[in-house]
């Protein structure tokens, strides 16, 4: 038996297929769907991030990312607006009907985040704070766990199993890239760790191509290497005006770009018979 006993396909028959309900339907993730996942790194202003929400429901996003704590590398960065973003999101959710996606930093925000946010992003800084992942196993809510950057796979995959041992089943793997020798990326997505984690575990992968290259022209290039290589779907990082980004604007998107990808995903995932 694998020591990740939860996570691993041995135990399942079939793959997990996580549903979140929102007021205008259902979205899927996992085996079978494809999804996309777009927005800013970090939600700035509520004019930008409604107008951006619009555009990006229009262009085909399942549903919206925007980070309101950002683990940045230094502290005198931009760190998000904090709990003052919520409101934001809320009304993004409200005005489009999509699901949000956030990263949580601290269990202390789980209170506050619980009702608001449709799936709880743990980041990769944070995949071994396992004081975090006891806390969200014991929650009824979706978590995307983002592979750590210096973790293995088995590492990866026992994260997941302190979420799922807790007894919260709904758990979404996503690869973000790992720290290599390379320093032309960012960092170095492992297209052949996306292959390997689908046959292992039963749970739905995705894969974010914006902090795995660093750079925006590798972004959709990337992420179609990931929906062919058997990812369940993508998470993009997309601003207005990347110029301006108060975060990760050299691997953002603009909206002209985004709507290529979105486009040329969809094409990938119908021909690989994925639901759209
Ligand atoms: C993010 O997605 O906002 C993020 C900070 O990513 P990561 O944890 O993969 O660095
Ligand atoms: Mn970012």
């Known amino acids: 038996m694998k020591p990740y006993k939860l996570a691993a396909k041995e135990d399942k028959k079939h793959n997990t297929i996580i549903s979140i309900s929102t007021d205008t339907g259902k979205v899927m993730i996992g085996q079978g769907y494809h999804v996309l996942i777009a927005g800013p790194c970090a939600v700035e202003s509520a004019d930008d991030f409604l107008q951006l929400a619009l555009f990006l429901k229009e262009e085909g996003a399942h549903i919206l990312r925007g980070g309101l704590f950002k683990p940045r590398t230094s502290p005198y960065s931009f ?68 592979r750590g950057f210096s973790a293995t796979i088995e590492e990866w995959l026992l994260a997941a199993e302190y979420i799922l041992d807790g007894g919260n089943n709904e758990v979404i793997l996503c690869e973000r890239g790992i720290r290599t020798f390379e320093t032309y990326t960012r960092n170095t997505v492992d297209i052949g760790g996306v292959a390997l984690v689908k046959h292992l575990s039963h749970l739905p992968v995705l894969v974010d191509p914006s902090h795995g290259t660093g750079r925006w022209e590798l972004v959709t290039p990337v992420a179609k290497a990931a929906i062919a290589a058997g990812a369940d779907g993508v998470m993009v990082e997309v601003h207005q005006e990347p110029d301006k980004a108060l975060s990760d604007g050299r691997q953002s998107l603009n909206k002209d770009n985004f709507k290529l990808l979105s486009r040329s995903l969809r094409e990938l995932a119908l021909l690989e018979n994925r639901i759209v």
């Open 79 to 146: 760190r998000g607006l904090g709990m003052e973003g919520l409101d934001i999101m809320l009304e993004a959710r409200r005005i489009t009907g999509l699901p949000i996606i956030s990263e949580i930093m601290d269990y202390r925000d789980i209170e506050l985040m619980y009702d608001a946010i449709d799936i709880l992003q743990v980041g990769s800084r944070n995949m071994q704070n396992y004081s975090l992942l006891d806390e969200l196993g014991k929650l009824k809510k979706p978590v995307l766990l983002k």
